[in-house]
């Protein structure tokens, strides 16, 4: 079955305990990319990376690492969680269409909770 | 600041009825994309038009796209209340994407209430 799976699906850390938000996808999409969803913001997206080795910040990339060594793996990570990081996360991939963003399936969310 | 904002925020309609939802956008793009998410899950794609398309249905949906007007709209035909869900537009590119068509931005959403 063609999936966006994350890992975990909820998480309650505390403040400054590194943690990583794994995302993998098995479509063979070269686009993926990280949102997190807010009451009253929305869906704000963190980073995308367009292929292997190729990264780039989103609206809120603050606080947030990524990497894509892998093509179907894009993990989030978090080296010094704070509080105003506790949020719903989605990972999505999209195939490359080579002029932009185009359909994005969506992992089913990762609830963290920094206290 | 948002490249895709909705209208409106809420609409509750009874079963059987069309539900309408806008969209407005602020910079040029390639395309639109609309997206359902039922509450605390994933969205799913619902339908994307592309610039040079005016009108696109997908069983009861039909969306249009007015780029002159730089807006949206996502029709619903015959609500039901498994409808229920908010829906968010989407589109590459905006105010802050430093000219990068790969970046997506979302609006805030409209919540969709289908009563029975």
């Known amino acids: 079955e063609a999936q966006v799976t994350q890992n975990p699906r909820y998480l309650i850390t505390v403040t400054g305990k590194k943690l990583t938000v794994t995302c993998s996808q098995n479509?063979?999409?070269?686009?993926m990319s990280w949102y997190r969803q807010d009451p009253g913001l929305g869906l704000r997206q963190i980073y995308y990376?367009?292929?292997?080795?190729?990264?780039d910040k989103g609206d809120v990339p603050e606080g947030y690492k990524v990497s894509r060594k892998e093509k179907r793996n894009f993990p989030l990570i978090l080296e010094s969680p704070s509080p105003n990081q506790t949020s719903l996360y989605f990972c999505?991939?999209?195939?490359?269409?080579?002029?932009?963003?185009?359909?994005?399936?969506f992992g089913p969310g990762t609830r963290l909770t920094v206290l | 600041s948002q490249q895709g904002e909705e209208d409106p925020q809420a609409l509750s309609i009874q079963e059987g009825e069309n539900a309408t939802m806008n969209c407005s956008y602020k910079?040029?793009?390639?395309?639109l994309q609309w997206y359902r998410q039922n509450s605390g899950r994933g969205l799913v794609h619902l339908i994307l038009?592309?610039?040079?398309?005016r009108e696109k249905h997908s069983g009861r949906l039909r969306v249009t796209l007015d780029t002159s007007k730089k807006s949206s709209s996502l029709l619903i035909t015959a609500s039901r209340a498994a409808d229920t869900a908010s829906y968010f537009c989407?589109?590459?590119?905006?105010?802050?994407?430093?000219?990068?068509?790969?970046?997506?931005?979302f609006g805030k959403g409209t919540l969709l209430t289908v009563n029975p």
């Open positions: 990376s367009m292929n292997v080795e190729v990264t």
């Open positions: 479509m063979n999409h070269e686009y």
């Open positions: 910079t040029s793009i390639n395309n």
């Open positions: 038009i592309r610039s040079n398309e």
């Open positions: 989407a589109t590459p590119g905006g105010e802050n994407s430093g000219g990068s068509n790969y970046k997506l931005t």
């Open positions: 999505a991939s999209s195939p490359f269409t080579g002029t932009s963003a185009d359909t994005q399936y």
